[in-house]
């Protein structure tokens, strides 16, 4: 079974320009999420989609984050304009929606905003 | 608000030595309780999860957890670690009646000595 894919894997920006990043859930997987996770801490819920509609985005910064599911399968996130703070890795995730169903995780989005 | 707390954020043993790295959690209703480690330079992949039943639950590698409700925590324990279970550790609560969200803590990074 194909795992949940993400591109790309690093990205280098200067600060004020503009990153997308892209994730493949695992066929099937009704639950979207994007995680952030900052280095030395745990995998922030940025934003999670049950098939295109959005569950939660109470901790995204609406102002220069944004993230879409067109179609209920794959996902952007985009940051514009980056700060430096966001510099992290971007966590794709999938689940096939019910209660309790284990998440699966992509590789992961390295950001590096100088 | 919903929380997760790891109170160990790095744990040096040496090999063979036992292992227990806590878990608590702040959350009203009913819940999933997962382990996920990260091997360096790999994803998130799932350790061991509780669900209902038996408090304790088994996971690979020879890793184990106990559920004790009334502390509200998640321990996770191995009897004897191995250089390659050198990793980061993390806890996650599934809430298992809201849309399926999972908050993670901030992880435990464990160094095991050869």
């Known amino acids: 079974e194909a795992g949940v894919a993400q591109s790309p894997r690093y990205k280098i920006i200067e600060k004020r320009q503009s990153v997308a990043f892209w994730c493949n859930p695992i066929s099937g997987h009704a639950t979207l999420y994007w995680y952030q996770q900052i280095l030395g801490q745990g995998p922030k819920l940025l934003i999670q989609?049950?098939?295109?509609?959005?569950?939660?985005d109470s901790q995204l910064p609406k102002d220069r984050f944004s993230a879409e599911r067109l179609k209920g399968v794959d996902s952007t996130l985009k940051i514009q304009p980056a700060k430096l703070e966001d510099s992290a890795v971007y966590l794709c995730?999938?689940?096939?929606?019910?209660?309790?169903?284990?998440?699966?995780f992509g590789e992961g989005s390295w950001l590096t905003v100088v | 608000a919903q929380s997760v707390s790891q109170h160990n954020h790095h744990v040096i043993l040496s090999e063979a030595a036992s292992l227990e790295l806590g878990c608590n959690y702040s959350y009203g209703g009913t819940v999933n309780l997962f382990w996920y480690v990260q091997y360096p330079g790999q994803h998130l992949q799932l350790l061991l999860k509780y669900f209902s039943g038996d408090p304790l639950v088994k996971g690979i590698k020879g890793f184990e957890a106990e559920f004790i409700k009334s502390k509200f925590s998640f321990n996770l324990r191995k009897p004897s670690v191995q250089w390659s279970d050198t990793a980061e550790y993390f806890c996650a609560v599934n809430a298992r009646y809201n849309f399926n969200k999972f908050y993670f803590g901030s992880g435990t990074k464990l160094n095991v000595k050869p």
């Open positions: 989609f049950q098939n295109n509609g959005v569950v939660d």
């Open positions: 995730a999938s689940s096939l929606g019910g209660p309790g169903n284990t998440i699966y």
